[in-house]
Every structure is written in C-alpha cells, then in structure tokens.
C-alpha cells in the first residue's frame, strides 16, 4: 500500500443505529496489520452528525488523520475530508448509504421506516421485528447498539435519514485517496453507490464483499476497504 498509515489515527464512525464497538470489530485487525492508530468514538444519538465531526475535529488537532467509516459514517467522514484536504490522509468508505441528497435512498427510507416503528411500538416490538426481517448476524448487531442508544435512537436515524452526502460534484474535488467497499448483494446499501463513489473521486478504488462475508467475520469489510485504498492510491 503506497498510503503509509503507520501511527497514522484513523478515526472511523459507526452507521446509523449501529456503534463503536462493531467498527472496531470491523476495522481493528486489519488497520492494526498497517501500523495504524483505531480511533471509534461512541456515536451520540443525541447529536449524531454533529458528535461525528467534533470527533473528527478533536482528532485531527494533533496532525493528519486518515477518515472514514460505515455507511451514515462514510458519508460524514468524506463531507469532512471534503472540508479539511491538508487535514485528511485517507478516506475509508464502506457501505456508503447514498451520493447527495438522499432522496428515496433504501438506507434514507430503512432509517425513517424504524424511527417510525420505533416511535409507534417501542423497542422491544421494533426489534423483534427486526429479527424476522433481517439475517440473524444483522438482527443481533442491532438489537445490542439499539438498546444502548435507546431512548434517543428515533432521532439519530431520523437525522441521518436527511443528511446530504457528498455529491459526484463533491467527490470529483478530493485530494485523499479514497477505498471504498461495497456489498454486492445489500439492499439497503446498494453496490452502485459504491460505483458512483469510487467513480467520481480522482483516486478513488471499490472491493466488493458479500453480506455472507461480513457476517461471518466483520473484519472482512475493514480489510475490503484498506485493499481498495491500495489500488486507490496505485491510479
């Protein structure tokens, strides 16, 4: 990899409803094989967007840092990357949920359809129809980070659910390598945002995994996108 991550904070943020502690599941063995620094700060429900990039903020006080995260996370993590080139090394996006506005994106309308259920039924009815509805691995993922952030979990993902990514505009002006991993058979996180990314930014590159993949061993998804920052850097 000719991006040199050792001692190199690398602050990546949760998706939505998801937390700190599957991103480090997720990420800290393969960044761990590059030298690299994990930082995974708690999302705050409460706060989300913003809590995300105050973390960002706090961690780059001391020196570059390499950016990232899953899904809602990439999305933040690009948008700051955007706005701080001399402050961001690398950009890590995996699963990224959306290019732009959100729209009628699956993950924007996933998100707005369980803060609604959350809302209407509570959390034990949400989530055991999460767990009818969802692969098991996934289902159980999210029953944990839900109740942790329960009671201000509607308003996270109601929040995220409108949040404005970086659009293909956006994503053609960034200066730091860009890995981006993507699930081909996801269909809240379609692959073809993935494309649209890794598209769009100059040096930019896309792993593909699968859902099965990630399930079975979440540091699949981590090891998807520092391969793609690999082949990012090498265009």
Do not use: K, N
């Not at 009671?151 to 993902?157: F, G, K, V």
Request: proline share 9%.
């Amino acid at each position: 990899m000719a991006v040199d991550l050792r001692g190199v904070t690398t602050v990546l943020l949760a998706g939505t409803g998801s937390d700190d502690d599957y991103v480090c599941r997720a990420f800290a063995g393969p960044l761990r094989a590059t030298g690299a620094l994990l930082l995974a700060p708690p999302p705050q429900p409460g706060r989300l967007i913003a809590g995300y990039r105050a973390a960002l903020d706090e961690a780059a006080r001391s020196g570059p840092v390499a950016v990232g995260g899953i899904s809602i996370g990439a999305a933040v993590a690009a948008a700051w990357a955007l706005d701080h080139p001399d402050r961001a090394v690398a950009v890590l996006a995996a699963l990224p949920p959306w290019t732009g506005a959100p729209g009628a994106a699956p993950a924007a309308q996933a998100a707005r359809h369980s803060a609604l259920l959350l809302r209407r039924a509570g959390l034990t009815a949400a989530t055991t129809q999460l767990r009818a509805s969802s692969p098991p691995w996934l289902a159980e993922e999210l029953a944990r980070s839900w109740r942790a952030q329960w009671p201000q979990l509607p308003d996270a993902m109601e929040e995220a659910a409108g949040y404005v990514a970086p659009s293909g505009a956006d994503l053609r002006g960034l200066t730091a390598p860009l890995g981006i991993a993507a699930a081909v058979d996801d269909p809240i996180h379609p692959l073809q945002v993935g494309v649209e990314w890794a598209a769009a930014a100059p040096r930019a590159a896309l792993r593909r995994v699968t859902l099965d993949q990630i399930g079975a061993d979440p540091a699949m998804l981590g090891a998807a996108c520092l391969a793609a920052l690999g082949d990012a850097d090498d265009r």
